[in-house]
């Protein structure tokens, strides 16, 4: 069974930084892509960013470009999310996505940790 | 404002039809693959249907998508109480270079 479980989420000041972990299970980690999608409280879906299988190919959401830094460590199974410069706007709830066949196809999905950004 | 666009809220009987849609551009939709995901409140997104038309392992055929150009629809038939969740159509924007979503469509299930 896949599984991806999510941590690092909590509550900063605008302008400070977080780190996102996302530890995979229940597959071969290093055969995917993977990506980070998040949802504003009540909000809908947000594409964030991705990576490929690698860790060569990155690729992000014009709202988060210059600020945040997607990465992996394939010996550890995990995906990171390294996020600086945040803003009030940054606040939801992290999603991990195992990437699909296709572009913009994620066919597992973690719970998701809270990131609030708050003075 | 979302990339793509779906109806905010949908509505019907237990044991009806309905279909949620979900427009686009040339960009994404028009060509690109779409997905529908499935969200209950508090839970992950759950991948209800791929490659427009396609049913991963496990989700009942009450399901169904179709995609005509830059519009995609997702169809449930046989309503059931426990269809009720909100429904995002998600796919790829070849510009943007960027995965989109729709805002989101809330069923409920009379």
């Known amino acids: 069974e896949v599984q991806l479980e999510e941590s690092g989420g909590g509550a900063v000041r605008p302008g400070g930084s977080l780190r996102l972990s996302c530890v995979a299970s229940g597959f071969s980690f290093d055969d995917y892509g993977m990506s980070w999608v998040r949802q504003g409280p009540g909000k809908g879906l947000e594409w964030v960013s991705g990576v490929n299988w690698h860790g060569s190919i990155t690729t992000y959401a014009e709202s988060v470009k210059g600020r945040f830094t997607i990465s992996r460590d394939n010996a550890k199974n995990s995906l990171y999310l390294q996020m600086t410069s945040l803003r009030v706007e940054d606040t939801a709830f992290y999603h991990c996505?195992?990437?699909?066949?296709?572009?913009?196809?994620?066919?597992?999905w973690g719970q998701g940790t809270l990131v609030t950004v708050s003075s | 404002q979302s990339v793509l666009t779906q109806p905010p809220s949908v509505s019907a009987a237990p044991g009806q039809k309905v279909t949620i849609s979900c427009s686009g551009s040339?960009?994404?939709?028009?060509?690109?693959?779409v997905c529908w995901y499935q969200q209950f409140p508090g839970t992950a997104p759950k991948l209800l249907i791929y490659d427009n038309n396609k049913r991963p392992s496990g989700i009942p055929d009450r399901f169904s998508g179709s995609k005509s150009g830059t519009s995609a629809t997702l169809g449930i038939t046989g309503l059931q109480t426990g269809d009720e969740a909100d429904y995002y159509c998600?796919?790829?924007?070849?510009?943007?270079?960027?995965?989109?979503f729709g805002g989101g469509t809330k069923l409920t299930v009379l």
């Open positions: 040339s960009s994404n939709i028009g060509n690109n693959n």
């Open positions: 998600g796919t790829w924007d070849s510009s943007l270079s960027e995965g989109v």
């Open positions: 996505a195992r990437d699909g066949g296709y572009l913009g196809e994620f066919d597992s």
